[in-house]
C-alpha cells in the first residue's frame, strides 16, 4: 500500500512544485507588467515595453487562462509603446497583432488605440490609414460616432473633403457628443467645395450649439460675400459684430467693410476697413488697396498715401491701380516728386492699357516739369500714335527738346516718330542745328558739317537756317575751301540783315571777318579789305551790346591788323598805319606786329631813323615778343643798307645770343653777320659765322648761300681750296652727289604733293636712306612724317617728327613740335612725353595763341602723369590768360577742381567746379557738376547734394554716363533721408533707359535688391502664403 501511495504522493508533490513555479512565474510576470503599465502612464515607454516584454516572455510557458489574458496585454502594450516611441517596429507590431486576434475585440482596440494615438499627435494621414481599417459592425452608436468623426475629421484636415463628406454624412443624424462637431466639420466641407447652400443648412443646425454659434458669423459672412449678397451680408453681420463672443471680430467687420465698398458706400466701408488695418500689422495687396482707396474717394489722400505705398513692390493689377491712385494722391497733395515716382511704377505695368498709357503721360509731364528732360523724353516715345495723348506729347517734346542737351537722343527720336507735326518738325531743324554746334564746339568739323546741313533740309525757322549757313561757311573757311566759305557767307549776310538777336559769335560782325580772311587767303587784298573794314566798324558802333568777350576784343583787334595789312599789301601805306596805330593805341592782340609792320612802312616811306627808332622799340620795350628777334634781324639789315656795319653786327649778335636754338631767324642772322665780317676785312669772323649756318638746319637755298660764300673766301681770297673741300666733305658729303640728291629729293616731293602718300613714304625713305646727311634732311623727315599721320600710322608719324624737333629750330620745327605732342597724348597716350614736348612748345611758341595751345596741352598732360604743382602752375597761366575762352578757362578749372578734389582739399574743389559750371557746357562740366554734388554728399549736405543730383538729368542730359552716375547718387541720397521709394524709382528708372557703362549698371542693380529688401522690412505688405482660416477650428476635439 505504502509502496503505491509513494508514487502518487511523488506525483502530487511534483503537480504542487511545478504549479507553485507557475505561481511565482505568473507572479513575477505581474509585476513586470503593472510595472511596465505605470511606466508607460508616465510616458516612459522605451523602458515601459521593455517590462512588456519581460512580462511577455516569462509566460510564454505558462497556459492558463490569466496568464494568457496577461501575455495578450503585454503583447498589445508591447506594440503600443513601440508606436509611442516611434521604433522602425512600430507599426509591425500593432499590425501582426490585429492580424493574430481578429476578430476578437482587442483587435479592434489595438487599432482605434494606435489610431487615437496618431489623431491625438496631429499624425492625421497615419490616423487615416488605421481608422480606416477599424470595423465598424457590430460596434455601439457612440464608438461608431467616435471613429467616424474622427476618421472624417482626418480626411478633412488633409483636404480631402469627399471622403471626410461621406464619414459625416454617415453619422450627422446621431444625437450624441459628436452630433454638433459632425455637422459643423461638414459644413465646413460644404463650405470649401463651394457648395454654399449646402454649407449654410449645416451651419444653421449647429447654430444651437453654444460651442460652435460664434464660429458661424465669420463663415456665413464669408459665404454672403462669395457669392455678392452684400446686402444680405451687412444686414446679417452687422448686429452680430455687436454681440459678446463672436469670433473672428475683426475678420467681419472686414467683410463688413468690404461690403460697403463693394457697393460704393466708402464713407460707411472705411469705419470697418479700418478696424481691421489697425489690428493687423501686415496686409494684403487687396486689403491695402481696399483701405487706401477707400481712404482716397473720401479725400483723405495723406491716409491713401500711407496705404498705398506699401503695394509699390507688387506687380500685378491690382498693383497698377494702386500706383495710379497714389500718384493722383501725391499730385492732389503737391507732392509731384513723389507722384512721378508712382505714375512711374504704373506705367511699368501692363495689366490695363488704359492705366498704363495715362500713367505714362501723367509720368512724362511731371518728369519735365521736375527738370528731368531725359525721363520725359523716354516716356513721350513709348505713347503709341493712337493714344489721346499723341498729339499733346508731339508739343512737350518740341519744348523739352530745345532746352535738351541730348540732340543726338533727340533727332533719333523724332525720325522714328511717324506723322510728326509742323512745331516738331521745326524742331527737329533746330536739334539738328545745336547738334552740329555741340559737335564743333568738340571739334569734330566732319560731324558738325553733316547736322548743320540735316538742319538746312528743314528749313521752316529762318534763325535757324541762317545760323546753319554761318557755321557751314566757317568749316568750308578752316578746310581752306575759300570759295565755297565765300558763297555760304554771303548768303548768310543776305539772310541776317532781315533777322534780330543773333548770337555775337554767329553775327553779321564775325561773318564779315571770316569773309575778309577767305578773300586774303586768295590775296584779292581790296574785296578783303571792305570785309575786314565792314567787320571793325560793326564792332566799334555795336561794342556796348556785344556780350562776347572774344568778339569785342580778339575778333575787332585782328580784323583791324588784318584791314591795315591788306592796305599795306595795296601800298596804301599811310591808311595802313591808321589801322596799326588802333591797334597799339588799344593794345589789342597782336599789336607787336602793328609796331614791326608800321618800322616796315617807315623803311618803305624812306624814313630810315623812324624805322630804326621803331625797331628799337619793339626789341628794348616788348623783349620777349614774338617779334623781337624780327626786330633785331630788321634792324642789323637796315644798319647794315645803310652802311654802317659795326651797328649792324650789335643786334645780329644780341639775336644770336637771345635766340640761339630757339629761333629760325638765327641762321639768316649768321649769314649776314658773315657778309658784314667779309665786308669789314675779318675773313676768319666770316669763315666762322658762315660755318655756323649749317649747324642751324638751313633749307637749302641758305646752305647754298654759305656754301658760296665759303668756296669764294676759300679759293678766290685765300687760295686754300683744299681747306674749303675738307670743309664740304663734313658737311654734306661729295659735291658731285648734289645733283642726284635734289632729283631724289624732288621725286619724294612729287608723290607727297600728289597725295600718294604711301608712296611719298617708300620715297623719303630711300632718300633718307641713301643720303643720310643730303641737302634735304629736314624737309624729307617732315613730309614722311605728314605722310605718315594722313595714313594714321601715328607711332611712325611720332618718330619722325621728334627726329624733326630734336634737331632744333628749322622751318619745321615748331609744326614738328606740334603734332609730335598732339600725337603723343592723344594717339600713344604717352603723357609723360606730350608733357614734355608741350613744355618745350611753350618755351618756343612765336604766337601767344600757340602758347596758349601748349600751355593747354602741357596742363591735360601734367594732370595725368601727377605732375601737381606743374597742374597748378599751368591751370593759373591759362585761367588768367587774357586771350583765353570762356571753355579754356573752365578747362583750367577743371583740372585745379580735380586736384583739390583728389587731395580732400573740398573747399578750393567746389570753388574751381562752380566755374567750370559757369563757364563750359561740354562733359568737363557733367563731371564737375557730379563731383560737386558728391562733395556735398560727403559732408552730409543731402539736400544740396540732392538739387543738383536732380538738376543734372537736365544740365548733363547730352552726357549719358555723367546722368547715371547722378542718378545712382541720388538714389544713396534720398535712401539716407529714408525715402526709400523714390531711391528704388530713381533706380528702376535708370535701368530702365542706360545701357551703357556695364559697371555702373551692375552697381545700381546691387543697390536697388538692397533697397527693395529695405522696403519689403518696413512694409505692411504681407506676402506669405495666403491663410484661408482652414484650421481656425477646435482642432477637432
Given at each position: 500500500m505504502l509502496q503505491r501511495i509513494a508514487p502518487i504522493f511523488m506525483f502530487l508533490l511534483l503537480g504542487w512544485s511545478v504549479l507553485a513555479q507557475q505561481t511565482a512565474v505568473f507572479t513575477e510576470a505581474n509585476e513586470a507588467y503593472k510595472t511596465g503599465e505605470l511606466m508607460f502612464g508616465q510616458g516612459i515607454y522605451g523602458k515601459a515595453r521593455h517590462h512588456f516584454e519581460k512580462a511577455h516572455r516569462l509566460l510564454l510557458p505558462v497556459n492558463e487562462p490569466?496568464?494568457?489574458?496577461?501575455?495578450?496585454?503585454?503583447?498589445?502594450?508591447?506594440?503600443?509603446?513601440?508606436?509611442?516611441?516611434?521604433?522602425?517596429?512600430?507599426?509591425?507590431?500593432?499590425?501582426?497583432?490585429?492580424?493574430?486576434?481578429?476578430?476578437?475585440?482587442?483587435?479592434?482596440?489595438?487599432?482605434?488605440?494606435?489610431?487615437?494615438?496618431?489623431?491625438?499627435?496631429?499624425?492625421?494621414?497615419?490616423?487615416?490609414?488605421?481608422?480606416?481599417?477599424?470595423?465598424?459592425?457590430?460596434?455601439?452608436?457612440?464608438?461608431?460616432?467616435?471613429?467616424?468623426?474622427?476618421?472624417?475629421?482626418?480626411l478633412f484636415v488633409e483636404k480631402k473633403f469627399t471622403q471626410?463628406?461621406?464619414?459625416?454624412?454617415?453619422?450627422?443624424?446621431?444625437?450624441?457628443?459628436?452630433?454638433?462637431?459632425?455637422?459643423?466639420?461638414?459644413?465646413?466641407?460644404?463650405?470649401?467645395?463651394?457648395?454654399?447652400?449646402?454649407?449654410?443648412s449645416q451651419f444653421r443646425i449647429v447654430e444651437r450649439s453654444r460651442k460652435y454659434k460664434p464660429h458661424v458669423p465669420y463663415y456665413l459672412a464669408q459665404i454672403y460675400f462669395a457669392e455678392r449678397r452684400f446686402d444680405e451680408l451687412i444686414a446679417y453681420a452687422e448686429p452680430r459684430v455687436k454681440q459678446q463672443g463672436v469670433l473672428k471680430e475683426t475678420e467681419i467687420k472686414q467683410l463688413i467693410g468690404q461690403s460697403y465698398f463693394e457697393k460704393g458706400q466708402y464713407q460707411k466701408a472705411l469705419p470697418y476697413l479700418q478696424y481691421y488695418a489697425e489690428r493687423n500689422s501686415r496686409l494684403r495687396e487687396e486689403e491695402l488697396y481696399q483701405i487706401g482707396y477707400t481712404y482716397y474717394q473720401v479725400g483723405d489722400y495723406q491716409k491713401a498715401i500711407q496705404y498705398l505705398k506699401d503695394l509699390v513692390t507688387v506687380d500685378s493689377e491690382i498693383g497698377q491701380n494702386a500706383m495710379f491712385i497714389l500718384g493722383d494722391s501725391y499730385l492732389r497733395v503737391n507732392q509731384r516728386q513723389y507722384a512721378r515716382t508712382a505714375f512711374g511704377n504704373a506705367k511699368r505695368m501692363p495689366y490695363d492699357e488704359d492705366i498704363q498709357e495715362d500713367a505714362l503721360w501723367n509720368y512724362a509731364k511731371l518728369s519735365y516739369e521736375l527738370k528731368d528732360p531725359r525721363e520725359a523724353i523716354n516716356a513721350l516715345k513709348e505713347l503709341r500714335p493712337s493714344s489721346p495723348h499723341y498729339i499733346d506729347a508731339q508739343e512737350l517734346m518740341s519744348e523739352i527738346f530745345l532746352s535738351y542737351r541730348d540732340y543726338q537722343q533727340a533727332m533719333d527720336i523724332i525720325e522714328s516718330l511717324p506723322n510728326r507735326t509742323p512745331q516738331l518738325q521745326e524742331t527737329y531743324q533746330k536739334v539738328s542745328y545745336y547738334r552740329g554746334l555741340q559737335l564743333l564746339q568738340n571739334g569734330e568739323i566732319n560731324g558738325a558739317k553733316q547736322y548743320f546741313e540735316k538742319s538746312l533740309d528743314v528749313s521752316i525757322d529762318a534763325r535757324t537756317r541762317a545760323l546753319a549757313i554761318y557755321w557751314l561757311g566757317d568749316i568750308a573757311h578752316r578746310e581752306e575751301a575759300y570759295n565755297a566759305s565765300i558763297r555760304l557767307l554771303n548768303q548768310y549776310l543776305t539772310l541776317a540783315k532781315t533777322l534780330s538777336n543773333m548770337p555775337d559769335e554767329a553775327s553779321i560782325f564775325t561773318a564779315n571777318y571770316t569773309q575778309g580772311y577767305n578773300y586774303l587767303k586768295q590775296e584779292e587784298y581790296t574785296a578783303a579789305l571792305g570785309f575786314f573794314e565792314e567787320a571793325v566798324n560793326g564792332i566799334d558802333r555795336n561794342r556796348s551790346f556785344i556780350r562776347n568777350e572774344k568778339v569785342r576784343n580778339q575778333v575787332l583787334g585782328d580784323a583791324t591788323l588784318r584791314a591795315g595789312d591788306c592796305l599795306f599789301k595795296r601800298n596804301q601805306y599811310l591808311r595802313a598805319?591808321?589801322?596799326?596805330?588802333?591797334?597799339?593805341?588799344?593794345?589789342?592782340?597782336?599789336?607787336?606786329?602793328?609796331?614791326?609792320?608800321?618800322?616796315?612802312?617807315?623803311?618803305?616811306?624812306?624814313?630810315?631813323?623812324?624805322?630804326?627808332?621803331?625797331?628799337?622799340?619793339?626789341?628794348?620795350?616788348?623783349?620777349?615778343?614774338?617779334?623781337?628777334?624780327?626786330?633785331?634781324?630788321?634792324?642789323?639789315?637796315?644798319y647794315q643798307e645803310i652802311g654802317q656795319l659795326s651797328k649792324a653786327a650789335a643786334p645780329l649778335k644780341e639775336l644770336l645770343r637771345r635766340y640761339q636754338g630757339k629761333s629760325e631767324l638765327v641762321t639768316k642772322a649768321l649769314i649776314r653777320l658773315g657778309l658784314i665780317s667779309y665786308n669789314q676785312g675779318n675773313l676768319d669772323g666770316a669763315i666762322n659765322y658762315y660755318k655756323q649756318v649749317f649747324s642751324t638746319n638751313p633749307d637749302a637755298s641758305e646752305s647754298n648761300l654759305a656754301m658760296a660764300a665759303l668756296e669764294e673766301i676759300y679759293v678766290d681770297d685765300l687760295g686754300q681750296p683744299d681747306a674749303y673741300f675738307a670743309f664740304l666733305e663734313t658737311v654734306q658729303g661729295n659735291v658731285e652727289n648734289e645733283v642726284r640728291d635734289s632729283i631724289n629729293f624732288r621725286a619724294a616731293e612729287s608723290q607727297y604733293e600728289n597725295a600718294n602718300y604711301e608712296r611719298a613714304i617708300q620715297s623719303y625713305t630711300d632718300y633718307l636712306r641713301k643720303f643720310p646727311r643730303g641737302l634735304y634732311i629736314l624737309p624729307a623727315t617732315y613730309h614722311r612724317a605728314e605722310s605718315y599721320a594722313v595714313l594714321r600710322q601715328y607711332s611712325n608719324a611720332l618718330e619722325d617728327y621728334a627726329t624733326v624737333v630734336d634737331k632744333g629750330p628749322s622751318p619745321y620745327f615748331l609744326k614738328a613740335l606740334e603734332k609730335a605732342a598732339l600725337i603723343a597724348y592723344n594717339h600713344d597716350k604717352d603723357f609723360l612725353l606730350a608733357y614734355d614736348l608741350y613744355t618745350e612748345l611753350e618755351e618756343v611758341a612765336q604766337s601767344?595763341?600757340?602758347?596758349?595751345?601748349?600751355?593747354?596741352?602741357?596742363?591735360?598732360?601734367?594732370?595725368?602723369?601727377?605732375?601737381?604743382?606743374?597742374?597748378?602752375?599751368?591751370?593759373?597761366?591759362?585761367?588768367?590768360?587774357?586771350?583765353?575762352?570762356?571753355?579754356?578757362?573752365?578747362?583750367?578749372?577743371?583740372?585745379?577742381?580735380?586736384?583739390?578734389?583728389?587731395?580732400?582739399?573740398?573747399?578750393?574743389?567746389?570753388?574751381?567746379?562752380?566755374?567750370?559750371?559757369?563757364?563750359?557746357?561740354?562733359?568737363?562740366?557733367?563731371?564737375a557738376r557730379y563731383l560737386k554734388a558728391y562733395i556735398f554728399y560727403l559732408r552730409r549736405d543731402l539736400e544740396r547734394a540732392q538739387e543738383i543730383c536732380i538738376n543734372a538729368n537736365k544740365e548733363s542730359s547730352g552726357y549719358p554716363f555723367w546722368v547715371a552716375k547722378s542718378v545712382i547718387l541720388l538714389s544713396?541720397?534720398?535712401?539716407?533721408?529714408?525715402?526709400?521709394?523714390?531711391?528704388?524709382?530713381?533706380?528702376?528708372?535708370?535701368?530702365?533707359?542706360?545701357?551703357?557703362?556695364?559697371?555702373?549698371?551692375?552697381?545700381?542693380?546691387?543697390?536697388?535688391?538692397?533697397?527693395?529688401?529695405?522696403?519689403?522690412?518696413?512694409?505692411?505688405?504681407?506676402?506669405?502664403?495666403?491663410?484661408?482660416?482652414?484650421?481656425?477650428?477646435?482642432?477637432?476635439?
Open positions: 490569466e496568464a494568457e489574458l496577461l501575455r495578450t496585454k503585454a503583447e498589445l502594450n508591447i506594440a503600443r509603446a513601440a508606436v509611442r516611441t516611434q521604433a522602425p517596429d512600430g507599426e509591425k507590431l500593432i499590425l501582426e497583432f490585429v492580424r493574430k486576434y481578429a476578430p476578437n475585440t482587442i483587435a479592434n482596440q489595438a487599432l482605434i488605440e494606435v489610431a487615437d494615438y496618431y489623431y491625438n499627435a496631429r499624425q492625421y494621414e497615419k490616423a487615416i490609414d488605421f481608422f480606416s481599417k477599424v470595423p465598424t459592425t457590430g460596434m455601439s452608436r457612440e464608438q461608431k460616432a467616435e471613429v467616424k468623426f474622427k476618421l472624417g475629421y482626418a471626410a463628406k461621406a464619414n459625416f454624412r454617415s453619422i450627422k443624424d446621431l444625437e450624441n457628443d459628436y452630433y454638433y462637431p459632425t455637422n459643423y466639420y461638414l459644413g465646413l466641407c460644404y463650405f470649401f467645395e463651394g457648395s454654399y447652400d449646402a454649407a449654410i598805319v591808321d589801322y596799326y596805330d588802333r591797334a597799339v593805341n588799344k593794345q589789342y592782340t597782336g599789336f607787336v606786329y602793328a609796331l614791326y609792320q608800321k618800322a616796315i612802312i617807315e623803311g618803305l616811306l624812306g624814313r630810315t631813323s623812324s624805322k630804326i627808332l621803331a625797331l628799337e622799340r619793339i626789341e628794348r620795350d616788348y623783349p620777349e615778343s614774338q617779334y623781337a628777334d624780327d626786330a633785331l634781324l630788321a634792324l642789323g639789315t637796315t601767344p595763341e600757340q602758347r596758349f595751345e601748349a600751355q593747354l596741352g602741357a596742363l591735360r598732360s601734367a594732370y595725368r602723369v601727377g605732375k601737381n604743382d606743374a597742374v597748378y602752375s599751368l591751370a593759373r597761366k591759362v585761367a588768367t590768360n587774357p586771350n583765353a575762352s570762356q571753355l579754356q578757362i573752365a578747362t583750367a578749372n577743371f583740372y585745379l577742381g580735380k586736384m583739390a578734389y583728389d587731395r580732400q582739399d573740398y573747399e578750393n574743389a567746389l570753388t574751381a567746379f562752380n566755374e567750370v559750371i559757369r563757364l563750359s557746357d561740354n562733359e568737363q562740366t557733367a563731371e544713396d541720397i534720398l535712401r539716407e533721408k529714408g525715402d526709400l521709394y523714390n531711391a528704388r524709382a530713381a533706380l528702376e528708372a535708370l535701368l530702365e533707359n542706360y545701357d551703357g557703362d556695364q559697371k555702373l549698371v551692375s552697381e545700381a542693380r546691387e543697390k536697388l535688391q538692397t533697397i527693395n529688401s529695405l522696403i519689403n522690412q518696413s512694409s505692411r505688405l504681407n506676402t506669405s502664403p495666403e491663410d484661408d482660416g482652414f484650421m481656425d477650428t477646435d482642432g477637432g476635439q
